[in-house]
């Protein structure tokens, strides 16, 4: 029954700062109601296959940056330590 006293800090434990949303991953909540509305509203059909190419390709391009972890700004060495095993 030895408790730590509230004054000893564990200098491993990571801190979990305020929570919010992670706004990145919500974006195909964008991109799919645009493609059936590029598809149906555009008339000119030039400017409908650019438009839908173009989205399609924004949102690869956004799928890709997120796999390799372009959007990893703030990330603490000592947890990517970890992560890699070391």
């Given at each position: 029954m030895s408790a730590k006293p509230a004054a000893v800090v564990d200098p491993y434990r990571v801190q979990a700062g305020p929570r919010t949303p992670k706004w990145m991953y919500a974006t195909p909540l964008v991109f799919a109601p645009l493609?059936?509305?590029?598809?149906?509203?555009?008339?000119?059909?030039?400017?409908?296959?650019?438009?839908?190419?173009?989205?399609?390709?924004?949102?690869?391009?956004?799928?890709?940056?997120l796999l390799t972890n372009s959007y990893a700004i703030n990330v603490d060495p000592?947890?990517?330590?970890?992560?890699?095993?070391?």
């Amino acid at each position: 029954m030895s408790a730590k006293p509230a004054a000893v800090v564990d200098p491993y434990r990571v801190q979990a700062g305020p929570r919010t949303p992670k706004w990145m991953y919500a974006t195909p909540l964008v991109f799919a109601p645009l493609l059936p509305l590029i598809r149906l509203q555009v008339k000119n059909p030039v400017l409908r296959q650019r438009l839908f190419g173009g989205t399609v390709a924004v949102a690869f391009l956004h799928g890709v940056l997120l796999l390799t972890n372009s959007y990893a700004i703030n990330v603490d060495p000592r947890a990517e330590r970890q992560m890699r095993g070391r």
